[in-house]
Structures are given as C-alpha cells and as structure tokens.
T-cell receptor
Framework: GENVEQHPSTLSVQEGDSAVIKCTYS??????FPWYKQELGKRPQLIID?????GEKKDQRIAVTLNKTAKHFSLHITETQPEDSAVYFC???????????FGQGTTLQVKP | NAGVTQTPKFQVLKTGQSMTLQCAQD?????MYWYRQDPGMGLRLIYY???????DKGEVPNGYNVSRLNKREFSLRLESAAPSQTSVYFC??????????????FGEGSWLTVV
C-alpha cells in the first residue's frame, strides 16, 4: 500500500540555524504534499503545502521542495527560532486513493 | 465558527468496555476522517468518509466502527476496547478528500487510555 517515510525522527539545531526534514513516498500518483506542525498537546496544523506541478514553494522562513522523479520532498526552515520547536509531519495524497498518508513525524528542537 | 469539535477530550476505559467518540464540523465539509496518533508512528488513518453516506477503511481499521450520521457528524466506536487502542484520536475534515489537494483541519484530539 501507500507509504510515506520521514527522516530524521528527531532534529536538534541552534537558534538561527537551518533545519531540513525529508520525506519519500511510494505512490507515484500522489500529487499533493502538505506539511503539518504540531505543538505539544495541540492539534496538527497546516503550515505549507505543494502540488505536483510546482517544484518549490516558499512562505517567509519555510520552504518546501518536491522531486517527483525521485518521489521525495523536503521542508526547509531557515533562521530557526525557539517557537519553531514542535513535531512536523509530512503527508502525501492523490486522486487514486483520495486520502492523505502521513509520515512518522520529526521532533524539532531549537535551542536558544 | 468552532471548526472541528470532538468529545470527550479524555477517557479511561476498562478492557472490553465500549465507547463512542463524537465529532462534528461546522465548515460544511464533505469529507471527514478519524486518525490515531501513537509515539513514533505518526498519524494513522482509521476510517474516512469521502462524502455523506460513504465510509471507507484506512490503514488501521481493525477494532473500530464508524458512522457518518449526517454531513456534519462522524463518530468512531470502539466495541470492545483493548490496551492496544490506548492512543490520541483526532477527528478531521476537508472540503473534499485530502488527497485532492484540500486542506485537512483537525479537531483538538481525544486522549483515550484503556486499562
């Protein structure tokens, strides 16, 4: 079945450094790739998404890149701040299944 | 506009007991979902309803049943709870199925412990 692998499972960076989280997916028909941020004890919330007709998308300090040939996509956070500390989930979905499959999550810690 | 509301927020069950998690959305969304979240396992789809009147199994449906009561409400039932069902459960909704590029909005979560 469909599968999304996410790495690393934990990531610790100094404030101001960049953080990169990578995901690979198995279903070549996937065409929608959102990223969710979940703060401790709260619900996951969408922070950025990308569709398969776009290779890169930016929103202030966050960006997502997509390589459809290799079936992987990445989240880039620049100039990290302590409030970026959270669990980040990637997901992939497409018209064939009509549902999102999530990665296992990455716990990001930004040290002041 | 409350978004996605789920109840209860916390529940402790004994093995073998049954319970129903309730979920309602006020965004006029067609699609609704139930996920469970376990440490290191991410968010795993239990069941989903692409539209009113339809339900489909997700990745981990065993031990659960669902009912799409109407367009707003989607409930999850544990018929005979087991300790392996201890988890955080999230209800979610989207305008249409999430794989089509529509944002999924999550409820606040329900913490369930089975002892």
């Amino acid at each position: 079945g469909e599968n999304v692998e996410q790495h690393p499972s934990t990531l610790s960076v100094q404030e101001g450094d960049s953080a990169v989280i990578k995901c690979t997916y198995s279903d070549s028909a996937s065409n929608y790739f959102p990223w969710y941020k979940q703060e401790l004890g709260k619900r996951p919330q969408l922070i950025i998404d990308i569709r398969s007709n776009v290779g890169e998308k930016k929103d202030q300090r966050i960006a997502v890149t997509l390589n459809k040939t290799a079936k992987h996509f990445s989240l880039h956070i620049t100039e990290t701040q302590p409030e970026d500390s959270a669990v980040y989930f990637c997901a992939a979905g497409g018209p064939r299944t009509g549902k999102l499959i999530f990665g296992q999550g990455t716990t990001l810690q930004v040290k002041p | 506009n409350a978004g996605v509301t789920q109840t209860p927020k916390f529940q402790v069950l004994k093995t073998g007991q049954s319970m129903t998690l309730q979920c309602a959305q006020d965004m006029n969304h067609n699609s609704m979902y139930w996920y469970r979240q376990d440490p290191g396992m991410g968010l795993r789809l239990i069941y989903y309803s692409a539209s009113e009147g339809t339900t489909d199994k997700g990745e981990v449906p065993n031990g659960y049943n669902v009912s799409r009561l109407n367009k707003r409400e989607f409930s999850l039932r544990l018929e005979s709870a087991a300790p392996s069902q201890t988890s955080v459960y999230f209800c979610a909704s989207s305008e249409t199925t999430g794989g089509s590029g529509n944002t999924i909005y999550f409820g606040e979560g329900s913490w369930l412990t089975v002892v």
